[in-house]
């Protein structure tokens, strides 16, 4: 009795102490959260003291690599005085260097060394030791210097201690100068001391607020840290905050620690730690109270959860009665003869009710021929136990017949009663497509006949062209394949590639009806202008071949091509218009055995090529000369596609300049392609194959984004150059991967605008052309109609296209000097564009004389070579820094 007590008694307590499991779990949960706050407290606290190192540390490498690449950069400049005077003096020397040392610097000295031997020294003062100074008799200066010559490179070196005491970071630049046959020879080397000093100053490693200890070291070729020329070396060595800092070819690793170390723990640490703790509380006190409310909630859980079984069951079987709504589901009570059918078993026998019937209701549905048979295979299955499984067909009240396919089973229900339920469905469709099947299969047995007595006349039909019925294109092939065979015994062979001219004119004006006329015609007079034993096809379009296989001199052949064209040449009558087309033909030669006969095809076809374009109506003979021009054009196209992958077509930049005030009012990007080995070629170049390979889209967008990144680097370099303006083809155009590069930027209005050539036919292509510039317009970009007066635009399509200018064509200002009707010619246009609001710019400024009767016909903007050629980006912020081409820079260099 006292041991049943007991066993009670831990079981209650038991259960009542299972209640107040969350509230321990809940305490574990808190003590483990406030732990894990203090660790993440200290983690933040470590990231943040190293985001802070990491600030100051970047604004330390930022201004000690901006410092050293400005003062490389300031040096440059000299170097391109150099190379234009390599007869330089000690007094010009000493000039220039003494303008770059009057802008802000961080340089010691300057030297140059013609021919590696050091001449000129500025300051010369304290340095007159170094004239005479020969690198290549120096082991420690040698393989630098020699290293410059080699590479035409920037070299930069240190720091290194100095002769003249204090340390340095030498940049020597290469000076390569014409040699006037067209090349360029090596001049010598000039040499900028970086004062270390002044570059520690200057990156504020030396100021007296900074809270890190900084340590810098070099990297050699490989990346690998070398020796620590600043700060003490184990800073590397405790996990620091790390940078590289670049110039020159060259690289240095800069690291930081906070001063102190990183082992400073969070200020406020013990605060937060109490925060946590009454957070803890106010946590773990509401939760042991609510674990006395789950002995109340436990009973009503058991319930709930009761009732959710059930329903999952529910759910059950409306899931299968959904899945199987389709198909007809009845039930027949075996004893009592009643039959239920739901819905869908109604809509299949075409009766009315409320789903309750009989035996009988199902017999009277039944078609009459199947009723017995139906009944003896129900009453089987019922005897039997088995399950049902029959067809049959219904007639349906009005009167239409189904065939039904049946399945059932037999169970008892909960009171024993003996059922049968099963379902049906429509098979009426089975059953017709089965019978279509057999009459299928007797037709298809027929027509096997009569495919097999069409065969022959389609193989006829594959050959053979159907308009002119000359052999085709796959027959030709097949031809010449025998010839390969044949070849040993009969290796000579020619191909004449036959081309009409002027077919799509006739086509386009009278129809298709008169090309086929033109067609047939042309395809009678190739039979009567070739013998019997030539291969006279059609392989497409208004292309012919005629391949002969004999022995004939190219005399003879050459007279063959001129029969057939004119031959061709003979006008038919259609329609009551007289239709007259031209041939161009190629011919190509077999001379040995061993050249494949369908290269032949190849050859006429680069043959017929050159006769096009030529003038067409004429015969061109495949020769050596176009295959070295196929080749070369290969060649070119194979280089700009691969260019195109390495980034090799470049923007230069020709500045616009205020005809007023002479003063850069935009810069034009142009397309250059850095050969790889001839180097930087003009769009003459290489334009009109990019044409055919369908890229020109691709080096407009190549120079589209080089423009936007150099105008942000004018911004950055405070030029006044607010507008940039990109030649945009007909291809660009129309891409939509360009409206998409649109909706990325964030254009200034009226800071980049697009050239579109006047050789696009605004006024044929309509809506497409002004909806895709109006698409463009709506992003801030102008528009401006370049080589105008010499395209097609009209006053019309000026009006719908509004743009922003008209660029005069070089061809029209070239003359203006000389030719008074040139001149009013400029006039008008001007007056054009003030009457539609368009600014005019005047391209071809080639003397000051052209700008200066072009500003006084109107214009606004001149573009030309007496003003500034084309030049990379480098030489651009340069030459707008010098302002060389205002009049008072060009007296001050006389």
């Known amino acids: 009795m006292t041991e049943s007590r007991e066993k009670s008694h831990w079981g209650a307590l038991g259960a009542s102490l299972q209640y107040y499991i969350p509230a321990v779990i809940v305490v574990i949960a808190v003590a483990i959260a406030i732990f894990y706050a203090d660790s993440q407290k200290n983690r933040l606290h470590q990231e943040n003291l190293r985001n802070q190192v990491a600030e100051e540390l970047g604004l330390i490498r930022a201004r000690l690599e901006g410092g050293i690449n400005a003062n490389i950069q300031l040096v440059q ?66 393989d630098v210097a020699l290293q410059v010559r080699e590479t035409g490179r920037l070299v930069v070196t240190g720091p290194i201690d100095l002769i003249q005491g204090g340390r340095g970071l030498i940049a020597r630049y290469p000076v390569v100068i014409g040699n006037g046959k067209g090349g360029r020879d090596f001049w010598g080397i000039l040499s900028a001391v970086i004062d270390m000093d002044k570059l520690y100053v200057y990156g504020g490693l030396r100021s007296d607020g900074l809270g890190i200890d900084v340590t810098i070291a070099g990297k050699d070729r490989d990346g690998k840290r070398e020796r620590t020329f600043y700060g003490d070396g184990a800073i590397f060595g405790e996990t620091p905050v790390a940078m590289p800092i670049n110039f020159g070819g060259e690289s240095w690793e800069i690291a930081a620690v906070p001063k102190g170390g990183w082992d400073q723990p969070a200020p406020d640490l013990w605060l937060s730690r109490i925060l946590m703790l009454l957070v803890g509380i106010m946590i773990v006190a509401p939760v042991a109270w609510v674990a006395r409310l789950l002995k109340e909630r436990h009973a009503n859980i058991a319930a709930l959860r009761q009732r959710e079984e059930e329903l999952r069951a529910l759910s059950h079987r409306l899931e299968i009665a959904l899945e199987a709504s389709r198909i007809g589901v009845w039930e027949l009570d075996i004893g009592s003869g009643e039959l239920h059918w739901d819905t869908r078993m109604q809509k299949l026998y075409g009766v009315e009710g409320d789903g309750r019937c009989t035996y009988q209701t199902w017999v009277n549905a039944l078609h009459p021929n199947d009723v017995e048979e139906a009944e003896q295979v129900l009453a089987r299955a019922l005897k039997s136990g088995k399950d049902y499984v029959t067809e049959f067909r219904v007639v349906t009240a009005g009167g239409e017949v189904r065939h039904i396919r049946a399945y059932g089973t037999t169970y008892r229900d909960p009171r024993f009663r003996k059922k049968l339920v099963g379902v049906n469905w429509n098979v009426t469709a089975d059953i017709r497509l089965q019978e279509e099947l057999r009459e299928a299969k007797q037709q298809a047995e027929l027509r096997n006949r009569e495919l097999e007595q069409a065969r022959q006349h389609m193989e006829h039909n594959s050959l053979h062209d159907a308009l002119t019925n000359l052999p085709n294109r796959r027959y030709l092939d097949q031809h010449l394949m025998r010839l390969d065979v044949e070849g040993e015994m009969q290796a000579q062979a020619t191909v004449l590639h036959i081309d009409l001219d002027r077919f799509k004119d006739i086509n386009d004006t009278l129809g298709h009806g008169a090309g086929d006329a033109i067609l047939k015609h042309v395809a009678t007079k190739l039979r009567e202008s070739t013998r019997m034993e030539d291969f006279v096809a059609r392989i497409g379009g208004d292309e012919f071949v005629v391949v002969c296989a004999d022995n004939l001199t190219e005399e003879q052949y050459g007279d063959l091509a001129c029969r057939v064209i004119d031959a061709v040449n003979t006008p038919i009558t259609y329609a009551g218009y007289e239709c007259r087309v031209g041939a161009s033909v190629g011919i190509a030669t077999r001379e040995l055995s061993d050249g494949k006969a369908e290269q032949l095809l190849v050859n006429a ?257 001149l573009q030309g070579y007496a003003l500034a050629r084309p030049m990379d980006s480098n030489a651009l912020i340069d030459f707008a820094r010098a302002r060389s081409w205002m009049p008072t820079h060009r007296a001050q260099a006389v």
């Open 605 to 861: 076809d680069i043959a017929l090529y050159e006769a096009k374009r030529h003038g067409r109506n004429r015969v061109e003979h495949y020769t050596d000369r176009l295959k070295c021009l196929t080749i070369n054009t290969k060649k070119t196209a194979d280089a700009i596609l691969k260019s195109l992958e390495q980034n090799d077509f470049i923007a230069y930049f020709q500045p616009q300049f205020d005809a007023h005030t002479l003063e850069i009012s935009g810069v034009e990007a142009l397309a250059r392609w850095n050969h790889p080995e001839e180097g930087i070629l003009s769009p003459d170049r290489f334009l009109e194959i990019a044409e055919s390979l369908n890229v020109v889209s691709q080096i407009d967008a190549a120079v589209l984004e080089q423009a936007l990144l150099q105008r942000a680097r004018w911004l950055a370099n405070d030029l006044a150059i607010d507008k940039v303006s990109v030649n945009i083809s007909a291809q660009r155009l129309f891409d939509e991967n360009l409206l998409q590069r649109l909706e990325q930027l964030d254009v200034v209005p009226g800071s980049l605008s697009f050239e579109l050539l006047e050789s696009i036919s605004f006024d044929d292509k309509g809506a497409a052309v002004t909806d895709s510039i109006e698409r463009i317009k709506s992003h801030g970009i102008d528009i401006e109609i370049d080589d105008f007066g010499t395209g097609y635009a009209s006053i019309l399509s000026l009006l719908k296209l509004s743009p922003r200018r008209l660029k005069i064509d070089r061809q029209l200002t070239a003359p203006i000097i000389v030719s008074a009707a040139q001149r009013r010619l400029i006039s008008s246009i001007v007056d054009i564009g003030r009457s539609l609001g368009i600014d005019i710019v005047a391209e071809g400024v080639e003397t000051m004389q052209h700008a200066v009767i072009l500003r006084d016909l109107g214009c606004h903007t």
């Open 77 to 142: 400049g000299m170097v391109a005085v150099i190379e234009t005077e390599p007869q330089i003096t000690q007094e010009r020397f000493a000039t220039l260097a003494r303008r770059i040392f009057n802008t802000p610097h961080l340089l010691r000295n300057l030297a140059a060394a013609p021919d590696l031997v050091i001449r000129f020294a500025y300051p010369l003062e304290g340095n007159e030791r170094i004239i005479g100074f020969d690198y290549r008799k120096n082991p420690t200066q040698r």
